[in-house]
């Protein structure tokens, strides 16, 4: 418990540090670009992030499982060699599309690529608990985007907020390199275990951009510019806050359901929830009574709608942020079908609680308060999900043979 706490306070300060410059920088930003240029880019974005995680098939997360450091090496590289693959068929059909005129959806591919290579370079940093390096990449991540995007932001333009997406994520390469250095064995992939859990990731990727993509179609481009910042600057901190602090415990949790000691798995599953609570809802509170009031002087005049958007996704933000990153707990314990299940209730969650109120005509902040709210109850399903899996474990075929 004591290499938990320690990794996940060093992740904690990374991240943290992080998103202090991002945060800083953002009323720098909103003055730079325009709403409906950062609604183009939150589109892109949201069009990528859908393919990022199905990918690699979860390959990634899966080979944590492997005693031997050389098999889980081959199968999570194994997982980026099919995210290549992806990113360029996306590529393909954007070179297709982009006959007609529209170019700006040749960066997808890219983005894919990107994105993929984050979650190899976390999966490898986290499975050598080199927790500093992890919180590092996760600083230079979070600070290096707003950073380009204001060094860029003369320009105004779409390409300056694409490159400060795919810039920063190049700090990840440096533990995919030295997996491609590591010894490897000869490993089958386990499909059983990776159809349903890339599957279930396009699913969860799915239902989380869908604000972003279903704001697009109601509300337009600067709708979606808007629900994008609010995801940003609250959201968005928040979840790379949460993913990465439970890094450290999903590491130790597959260590531990490796020697089947369930029930400590579970102990570390519930005292990093509660203390990502006692992070979230403080926050939350803070953000739900300023947002409002500040938005407007801190972003600009503009921007003043978002400031009530945030308020609105507290709930589900919460929620979220104590649940979500143990979601993958899923599928280190042989339970991926259950996970495809829960995302396929969070996709028909999210589209029913933000195309019902965007039908009837309601506002924007009043559909993202029905969303926000349809996600808390989700969230609440899937935390039952995974205490339940983590205390029975499925051993997958090649384990029994070993």
Known sequence: MTNILRGGARILVGSAAGMVVALALTPVITRLYSPSTFGAFGLLVAIASTFIGVSTLRLEIIALREHEYSSYAALALRGFKIAIATSLGVTAVAAAIAVTGNSTYLV????????????????ALSRDKKYSRLALGNFVQQSGM????VALGFTGSLWALIAGFLVPRLVWARPALQLLRAPRTQ??????QAAPAGGSALLNSLGSQ???????????LTGSGFVALAQRVFAAPLQIVAQNMASASVAEVSELVRRDQTSAARGIILRT???LALISIPAAIIAAVLAPLLAGSVF????????????ALTFGTVAQFCTAPFAQVLNLTGHSLKLLGW?????????ASLCIPGILGASL????????????LVYLVLCALVLRAVQDPQTTQEEKIA
């Open 187 to 192: 490993i089958s992939t386990p499909w059983r």
């Open 365 to 376: 902040v009043q559909t993202m308060l029905s969303y926000s709210l349809a996600l808390s």
């Open 343 to 351: 995302d396929s209730l969070r996709i028909l969650s999210a589209v």
């Open 300 to 311: 600009g005049s503009s921007w003043e709608v978002v400031g009530q958007l945030i308020a």
């Open 273 to 275: 929830a509660r203390g």
């Open 146 to 149: 707003s950073a380009v995007h």
């Open 210 to 220: 869908l604000p972003v993509l279903l704001a697009g179609t109601f509300y337009g």
């Open 108 to 123: 997808i591919g890219p983005l894919i690529l990107a994105g993929s290579l984050q979650l190899l370079g976390t999966s």
